[in-house]
């Protein structure tokens, strides 16, 4: 189960955000400011961080460029009123992952934590083997004995994801929320488009099969 700190000086939209949260299946920890948020990072482990920017004793801001300057990984999505393109280049320049104004969307909430852990969960495996053949996320190489082949890094990442759940039906939604973000300007015509491009450069192993699943998406299957 994710575990996720609600950094939020607001009582009542802290409670309204972790128990939408613990509903959808997580864990949930909260902190009143950026202080107390620090303590229970120090105590427990934390999947990803939610954090308002406006509180008391210590910002958002402040503790977002904390985290950063000890080279946490740790996903950080900033919730706050301020809406300022300013406001969100200097949230994105400190080191946030995401950015959401308030009053706050629950649906949307849950979709962009849902987003930024699974790309969390991606980036922090790196490497991914399937009998012989590996999957290299720092190179972006994908090998079997000698055959070694070099992708882009979207056409990587979606191949990644896809050989990572074996069998499980991803929507075109899903994968551009996760591998281009939530906010991109591409429709999911885009998806198709790399699949393609996928299928003819993987044609000669045998190891996987990306299938479409007429009106849902796409899956990858294993032979047996």
């Given at each position: 189960m994710?575990?996720?700190?609600?950094?939020?000086?607001?009582?009542?939209?802290?409670?309204?955000?972790?128990?939408?949260?613990r509903q959808s299946g997580y864990e949930i920890l909260t902190a009143d400011d950026g202080h107390e948020a620090?303590?229970?990072?120090?105590?427990?482990h934390i999947d990803l961080l939610i954090s308002d920017i406006m509180m008391p004793n210590m910002s958002g801001y402040q503790l977002t460029k904390e985290l950063r300057r000890t080279?946490?990984?740790?996903p950080i999505l900033m919730v706050t009123a301020k809406e300022s393109m300013d406001d969100k280049r200097?949230?994105?320049?400190?080191?946030?992952?995401?950015?959401?104004?308030?009053?706050i969307d629950m649906d949307e909430l849950l979709l962009r934590v849902s987003a930024l852990l699974r790309r969390a969960r991606i980036s922090n495996e790196r490497r991914l083997s399937i009998g012989t053949l590996e999957l290299d996320y720092d190179t972006l190489?994908?090998?079997r004995g000698e055959l070694s082949m070099h992708l882009p890094v979207k056409e990587f990442m979606l191949l990644?994801?896809?050989?990572?759940?074996?069998?499980?039906?991803f929507t075109r939604r899903q994968l551009m929320d996760e591998i281009w973000g939530p906010d991109v300007e591409s429709d999911e015509r885009t998806v198709d488009v790399h699949i393609k491009r996928l299928r003819e450069k993987t044609s000669e192993f045998s190891e996987f099969e990306i299938q479409t699943v007429r009106g849902l998406g796409y899956?990858?299957?294993?032979p047996a």
């Amino acid at each position: 189960m994710f575990r996720i700190l609600v950094v939020e000086d607001d009582k009542n939209l802290r409670k309204l955000m972790a128990a939408v949260l613990r509903q959808s299946g997580y864990e949930i920890l909260t902190a009143d400011d950026g202080h107390e948020a620090l303590v229970r990072l120090h105590d427990t482990h934390i999947d990803l961080l939610i954090s308002d920017i406006m509180m008391p004793n210590m910002s958002g801001y402040q503790l977002t460029k904390e985290l950063r300057r000890t080279r946490s990984e740790l996903p950080i999505l900033m919730v706050t009123a301020k809406e300022s393109m300013d406001d969100k280049r200097k949230g994105f320049l400190l080191g946030t992952d995401d950015y959401m104004v308030k009053p706050i969307d629950m649906d949307e909430l849950l979709l962009r934590v849902s987003a930024l852990l699974r790309r969390a969960r991606i980036s922090n495996e790196r490497r991914l083997s399937i009998g012989t053949l590996e999957l290299d996320y720092d190179t972006l190489n994908v090998r079997r004995g000698e055959l070694s082949m070099h992708l882009p890094v979207k056409e990587f990442m979606l191949l990644f994801k896809l050989l990572s759940y074996p069998e499980r039906i991803f929507t075109r939604r899903q994968l551009m929320d996760e591998i281009w973000g939530p906010d991109v300007e591409s429709d999911e015509r885009t998806v198709d488009v790399h699949i393609k491009r996928l299928r003819e450069k993987t044609s000669e192993f045998s190891e996987f099969e990306i299938q479409t699943v007429r009106g849902l998406g796409y899956r990858a299957e294993r032979p047996a």
